[in-house]
């Protein structure tokens, strides 16, 4: 500001105390603004792990967690097939489908579930569900990117 806005200001703010605290509060909209603009743009630069088959967003890398005291696990299925799966405590992209079962169980004290993409319903994993409520996703690691 010009010094002679400056002291026009000042008189204003002096004669009406009103105009004083509509100044502040417009700055303080200001900064929130500022500051949720921010946020948006860090949420948005946050990389999402992806399902490979469409790209739509799966989960992110902040949201793995250790079951077992690791994070990786590779099993074999009753059908011969591999699978390296990480785990996940929540998976917005994915949906658990079918009827829980511990038939065939890896992790001991779970039922499971498999978890479809919900935009192409590719099999990206599993849902682990306990009997106190210890919930996370066994997701295929070579299906994500």
């Keep these: 500001m010009h010094s002679r806005q400056l002291e026009e200001t000042n008189s204003n ?3 009406d105390p009103g105009k004083f605290w509509f100044l502040v509060s417009n700055i303080d909209k200001k900064k929130k603004r500022f500051t949720e603009t921010k946020d948006q743009t860090e949420e948005q630069e946050e990389k999402y792990i992806l399902c490979k088959n469409c790209e739509n967003k799966i989960t992110l890398p902040n949201k793995q967690i250790q079951v077992g005291g690791v994070f990786e696990h590779t099993f074999l299925n009753p059908g011969g097939h591999v699978f390296r799966i990480g ?5 917005e992209g994915c949906t658990a489908v079918g009827v829980p079962t511990a038939e065939w169980t890896w992790f001991e004290g779970f039922d499971w579930q498999v978890a479809i993409c919900n935009q192409c319903n590719a099999h990206l994993g599993w849902f682990y569900r306990s ?3 210890r919930n996370f996703f066994g997701l295929i690691l070579d299906l994500l990117i």
């Design 87 to 91: 785990c996940f405590f929540e998976a």
């Design 13 to 15: 703010l002096s004669s």
């Design 131 to 133: 009997m106190d409520d």
